[in-house]
């Protein structure tokens, strides 16, 4: 695949494997913040059966020199393409040394090594690696890094990277040395050190095979008294991994780093995770309950990734929501655990609802997995984190909790060390739970928001209720046509005044109060059985998929929706909706200089979800917040 670094388009149909692997690098650092030198000692195999050049990546380096198997390579030997470093005529297998220098003081992109309050940082994914050495730059090559690094004493005492510590020793001229082993293949990407002046609060966590690993949380000493609540999470974190999906962690140590200077949340570097502040630090005299919750999620989104993402990689960035969708869904999952699951489920879709729609509705709409990019830094999009993340969940509710956990094993157990495709993601779910997914894939790679429009129909001698459904998903300068998609709709009847009834679907013996309606035709009819009187519908329960319900719903259905519907989504979602017209209605009464009035209905709902005492007080706070002004002013013709 070309650099996507010359400003040239990157397709994911251009993929090929790579030409050569790197099973081993060895670094070495002697870190200045003016002037660092690198040195690489690489391990190549060629794959291919001719002597194709080795092209690596490399950028604002300045390249010192080069050795193949302990010769000196003259400059005949190779050449700089613009952002490439190209050697011919090399043999099979040989180990490549490389030394360069690079200036962290000058790097302003925090991206690659650069500086951080007089610290030494790195990020290095998407394609950051190459701002540090040389290298084939890209996920799919996979090297087992040793990592010695070398700095003065007093400025830097602290020397970290990915990990197990194996050695360190002091030096001359007062600097000392720290040498870290990673024994596992990892990409460039996930490639981390830290140089700095930091303290650290510890503890150990017991493994559910009895191994204890050692977990340090990393801070400017006046900080470290805000981060007991991120060691608190991730070891939380830790357990809830193990007993949701049987993933345990694989070193003896887990550090986590915090830093002001961060261009993303957080960065899942394997062993070293590296934080922005913001996400790691809270005490009660400064952070809110949310700011507390997102300490926890995103220090279980970063830990999680250590099995979604980095045992298991990606192939190439177009599959980037094969890491991020995935891991944000556990998140959402471990944070829905840890509280109240119904707020978290609503704080999601409002987040997906009015900031995710827009995204892809509008000039930056991409599929989840993009086909192809000038930029991949641009690709780090609500659309593959969230909307990637609703897929997951889909999948989730197709399949069933039981099916979903199986088709997860399968994933990392046949896949653990690779760099993979979300196909191969679907293949271990399709292989573990015997269903056929080729129409649910179609929600990779199919751009825009789909719509549903609803009719429904009751018979009042058949005592049969029949739903027609209709999708629609905008073609949004997709050149392929546009095709149905598999959308599961959970769904329930309710009386005329919100009570749960039980109804049987046609062509099913049971009778039940929830049904799973899985639509795969652009137009679909369901019909419930056993139906006593005329019902309300609560539809998209839980947010099933993410799409927009088509529909009018009369003022009183919804006040029975808010006060009633045992879904917590579907009252929070018919809340939304009420309080929207009596706001839109007050607002128009004001424009024509009318006495204002709120709409009664809006009224005895409110009233009526504040008397449910015996319920979960977050979600009736939740239900009674009204909506946001980016939801008001949706669909509103100015
Ligand atoms: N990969 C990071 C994450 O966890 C982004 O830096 O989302
Ligand atoms: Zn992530």
Known sequence: MSSSSAHERTYLSDYRPPDYRIPRIDLQFDLDPALTKVRSRMWLERQTPDATPLRLHGEQLELLTVFINGKLLCDTQLTIEGPLLVIDGLPERCELCIENTIRPVANK????????????????????????????????????????????????????????????????????????????????????????????????????????????????????????????????????????????????????????????????????????????LASPETATDRDYQNVAGVIAHEYFHNWSGNRVTCRDWFQLSLKEGFTVFRDQQFSADSGSSAVKRIQDVNLLRTHQFREDSGPMAHPVRPSSYVEINNFYTLTVYIKGAEVVRMLHTILGAERFRKGCDLYFERHDGEAVTTDDFLRAMQDAAGVDLSQFARWYDQVGTPRISIRGHFDTAKHTYTLELEQRTPALGQTSPVQPLHIPINTALLTHDGQPMKTRRKGFDERAHEHLLEMTESCQAFEFCDVSSKPIVSLLRGFSAPVILDQSVPPGTLGALMSHDDDPYCRWDAAQQLARRAILRVLEDLTKQRQPNVDELFVQAFARVLDHASEDRALQAQVLTLPEEEYLSQDMVL
Request: aromatic residues 12%; charged residues 20%.
């Open 109 to 280: 992109a925090l991206s690659g090594l650069y500086l951080s309050q007089g610290g030494f940082f790195t990020q290095c994914e998407a394609e950051g690696f190459r701002r540090i050495c040389y290298f084939i730059d890209r996920p799919d090559i996979m090297s087992i890094f040793t990592v010695e690094l070398r700095a003065d004493s007093k400025r830097f005492p602290t020397l970290l990277s990915n990990g197990n510590c194996i050695a360190h020793s002091t030096l001359a001229d007062g600097r000392h040395s720290a040498k870290w082993h990673d024994p596992f293949p990892k990409p460039s990407y996930l490639f981390a050190l830290v140089a700095a002046n930091l303290s650290f609060i510890q503890d150990t966590f017991a493994t559910i095979s009895g191994r204890t690993v050692d977990l340090r949380l990393y801070a400017r000493n006046d900080d470290l008294s805000q981060c007991h609540h991120a060691l608190d999470s991730l070891k939380q974190a830790m357990r809830w991994d193990e007993e949701q999906y049987g993933r345990e962690y694989d070193l003896d140590l887990y550090m986590v780093v915090a830093v002001s200077d961060f261009n993303m949340g957080a960065m899942e570097n394997k062993g070293l995770n590296i934080f922005n502040t913001k996400y790691v």
